[in-house]
């Protein structure tokens, strides 16, 4: 758990470093990164979602979206980040890419009923 306060307080600084002004367009996705600026190699996987989740928590979700992308790219098949990664598509409108992730989550862990109710709820918005 040590680890998990220097992380949060890099959040801050990654956002800082990783958001010139004016960077955000209206849809709060950013233009530009500086994705060596947010992570390295040494990044754990808890590391980067709980960066993501930091990230969502103070409404930076280009921000999340990268630290949530970055643990897919890592493992294709974690479940967890693409749910989280769904769940950030939903709130900020992108139902069809949420949609698409929890199909493939649900593929890859049939049984997990919230994967199951939140693909419903996607698809009843």
Known sequence: ??????????????????????????????????????????????????????????????LAEVYYQEVLLRNPEDVDAMCELATLYRR?????????LLIRAGTLVPGRDDIAEARHDVEQQ
């Open 92 to 100: 900020t409108g992108r139902l069809e890419y949420a949609r698409g």
């Open 1 to 62: 758990m040590p680890r998990l306060v220097p992380a949060v307080l890099l959040i801050g600084i990654a956002i800082s470093a990783a958001l010139p002004a004016g960077a955000q367009d209206s849809s709060g996705l950013t233009g530009e990164w500086k994705n060596e600026a947010l992570f390295d190699a040494t990044t754990t996987r808890e590391e980067l979602l709980d960066m993501g989740r930091a990230a969502v928590n103070l409404s930076h979700f280009a």
